[in-house]
């Protein structure tokens, strides 16, 4: 009897919901939409405002004075002046002077003999590194000293090395029978010195940039090349080259890049000179130029041109190295052209 009734009170229908007004299920779905729309806005603006910090801060540090130089290489500002309307007459009087080329090209030929055997010499220690040496930890944390040193220190230590009087460098020339060479007056010998300086600071740098790319080449492709009877030599070569061709191409700009900017060596090395680049603007770059236009004779206008000028060398080279990236992107897989 008592089970019956139980079912029969179970069996009967639950209790009717208070009836809902109009005004009250307005008030839900409206706060319905409003939570749905926040949570809409939400997922797309929170990515924005982490990132906003460094957009703000590239904006404040990095674009207005990059547009604010723009509009100084279109006005004659000299230091305590007020601006003047000049147009390109800035950058018309960069391609008649004789200093702008001379920096140009030295910027050119010390880019060249530093950024060359810097990324041969960085390529064959990379390739030493890769293999299982005793105490390779040891010498991957001594290439990278160099660069760890400050421009000042490695500078001024050797410009006594290529002192012309009593530098160590025309010491051991002497010894072979070589007369000594003027390492600060000559152009060819001080571009080749401060390029020494360069190369010295940025070989373990990029060797261990090699290094890192060389140990995600797959080792059967390696495997396959020795089986094939390929030496050491020819795997280096054919294989591990071509496999790190991206990485070598990365270096080759940002290495370009730097040489474009060179400004401390050049400078340090000249010593009272060091500004002008030497007595006879032997190897004055485009960042010395520039300073000298700027802070020493006062020529802001013409110093904003030149930053720009270096700017646009600088988006050139970008240029090259996006065509060249999407060239072998779009080559077929195995062509050697």
Same mark, same amino acid.
């Given at each position: 009897?008592?089970?019956? #009734? ?20 307005? +008030? +839900?779905? /409206? ?13 797309? =603006? !929170?990515?924005?405002?982490? *990132? ?31 601006? $003047? ?6 950058? !018309? ?22 950024? #060359? ?8 220690? =990379? ?58 007056? /000559? ?7 401060? /390029? ?44 591990? *080259? ?14 370009? *890049?730097? =040489? ?15 500004? $002008? ?31 720009? #000028? ?13 065509? #060249? ?9 195995? /062509?050697?052209?």
């Amino acid at each position: 009897m008592a089970t019956s #009734v139980r079912a029969k009170r179970d069996d009967s229908p639950p209790p009717a919901a208070p009836p809902v007004s109009p005004g009250s299920r307005r +008030r +839900r779905s /409206s706060r319905g939409r409003l939570r749905s729309t926040l949570h809409r806005w939400d997922i797309k =603006a !929170t990515p924005y405002v982490f *990132i906003a910090p460094f957009f703000l801060t590239f904006a404040a540090f990095g674009l207005f004075p990059l547009i604010y130089t723009g509009w100084l290489s279109l006005n004659r500002v000299e230091l305590g002046g007020d601006p $003047s309307w000049k147009g390109l007459e800035n950058y !018309t009087d960069l391609a008649t002077s004789e200093f702008f080329w001379n920096a140009l090209l030295n910027t050119f030929t010390i880019g060249v003999i530093s950024t #060359v055997p810097q990324l041969l010499m960085a390529l064959g220690l =990379a390739h030493l590194l890769n293999y299982k040496l005793r105490g390779r930890g040891f010498f991957r944390v001594a290439i990278l000293a160099p660069y760890a040193t400050s421009i000042a220190a490695a500078t001024l230590v050797f410009a006594q090395l290529f002192n012309t009087d009593y530098g160590m460098i025309n010491g051991l020339l002497g010894w072979v029978g070589i007369d000594p060479v003027d390492w600060e007056t /000559s152009k060819w010998p001080a571009q080749i010195a401060i /390029s020494v300086i360069v190369t010295w600071r940025w070989t373990g740098y990029n060797a261990l940039i090699y290094l890192a790319a060389m140990q995600a080449v797959p080792q059967d492709l390696y495997e396959a090349a020795s089986l094939d009877g390929a030496s050491r030599l020819r795997q280096f070569i054919s294989v591990t *080259i071509p496999s790190i061709r991206p990485t070598i191409l990365f270096t080759v700009i940002v290495s370009t *890049i730097g =040489a474009t900017q060179l400004f401390g060596e050049p400078m340090l090395y000249g010593g009272s000179v060091g500004i $002008s680049g030497g007595s006879g603007n032997q190897f004055q770059t485009l960042s010395l130029l520039m300073y000298e236009k700027g802070w020493v004779t006062g020529a802001l206008g013409q110093a904003s041109a030149i930053a720009w #000028v270096m700017l646009l060398l600088l988006l050139l080279i970008g240029g090259v190295q996006a065509l #060249v990236s999407r060239r072998d992107r779009t080559k077929p897989r195995g /062509s050697t052209s």
